[in-house]
Nanobody, 121 residues
């Protein structure tokens, strides 16, 4: 069992930045950030393959968000720049023990409690 604890959400104005952190209690092969806005389905924002270091970004955040990890600290980060009102959502850290990072949200075994990001115009 791996526990995930997120932090770093908050309220910012459009164009601002936030950095989300997720501390994992153990090692997992894939970690990612998902978000869910009110009335919408959960969507993948980005993920990282801890084995190869390869990353994936949703088209909506490419060039603005950066996912990274600190292996020594078992910590995942999401640097969010040039935030837009449409980025407003609950952001969740998720982890998958084995390979297959591109699997859907249901394929991620462990989830954090979520951290709210609100971007005002």
């Amino acid at each position: 069992q791996v526990q995930l604890v997120e932090s770093g959400g908050g309220s910012v104005q459009a164009g601002g930045s936030l950095r989300l952190s997720c501390v994992a209690s153990g090692y997992t092969y894939c970690m990612g950030w998902f978000r869910q806005a009110a009335g919408k389905e959960r969507e993948r924002v980005a993920h990282i393959n801890f084995g190869s270091g390869s990353t994936f970004y949703a088209d909506s955040v490419k060039g603005r968000f950066t996912i990274s990890r600190d292996n020594a600290k078992n910590t995942l980060y999401l640097q969010m720049n040039s935030l837009k009102p449409e980025d407003t959502a609950m952001y969740y850290c998720a982890a998958r023990p084995g390979a297959g990072c591109f699997t859907g949200a249901n394929g991620y075994t462990y989830w954090g409690q979520g951290t709210q990001v609100t971007v005002s115009s």
